[in-house]
C-alpha cells in the first residue's frame, strides 16, 4: 500500500500572502482541518492547522495578517510512491494530523490525513 493509494487527490491550498482571514473561509467552506500554504512557485512553505487559524482570529481579530505570519513551518512531506506504513509511522512519531504529499517537481499533489490512514485501516479489517 502506497501513499497514493490513500492521500486526497488535488488538495486546497493557500497563497502564503493570503491574509488569514479568507484562509479561514476556505477552511471552513471545504470542512478540511489543515491547509498546506504555498509560495508563488507552488511549492509547499507552511501547514495551517484549524486551530491556528482559531487561535489567530482571537489575537488579531480584524487585522490584515498574511497567513505566512501564522503557519507552521518547516514542513513534513512527503512522495506519493513510499509506503503507507513509513507515513503513517512519521506522522506518529512527529504527532501530526498530516502530510502534504509532493510529486517529483516538489508541487503539491495530494494529502495524507488521519482520516485516510482510518480509510486503510478499514480497508485492511474488511479484507480479513
Known amino acids: 500500500m502506497l501513499v497514493n493509494d490513500y492521500m486526497s487527490k488535488s488538495p486546497v491550498s493557500v497563497?502564503?500572502?493570503?491574509?488569514y482571514h479568507d484562509a479561514f473561509r476556505k477552511l471552513e467552506?471545504?470542512?478540511?482541518?489543515h491547509l498546506p500554504v504555498v509560495n508563488?512557485?507552488?511549492?509547499?512553505?507552511?501547514?495551517l492547522a484549524r486551530r491556528d487559524l482559531q487561535l489567530a482570529a482571537r489575537f488579531y481579530r480584524e487585522s490584515p495578517v498574511e497567513v505566512s505570519e501564522i503557519m507552521h513551518t518547516p514542513v513534513l512531506t512527503t512522495?506519493?510512491?513510499?509506503?503507507?506504513?513509513?507515513?503513517?509511522?512519521?506522522?506518529?512519531?512527529?504527532?501530526?494530523?498530516c502530510l502534504p504529499v509532493l510529486d517529483k517537481n516538489n508541487h503539491l499533489e495530494g494529502m495524507l490525513t488521519e482520516t485516510d490512514?482510518?480509510?486503510?485501516?478499514s480497508d485492511l479489517l474488511d479484507k480479513k
Open 40 to 47: 508563488s512557485n507552488s511549492e509547499v512553505v507552511g501547514i
Open 15 to 19: 497563497r502564503e500572502d493570503v491574509i
Open 29 to 33: 467552506d471545504t470542512e478540511m482541518h
Open 79 to 97: 512522495p506519493s510512491d513510499v509506503s503507507l506504513s513509513s507515513a503513517a509511522q512519521l506522522m506518529m512519531e512527529q504527532r501530526i494530523g
Open 117 to 121: 490512514l482510518f480509510r486503510a485501516l
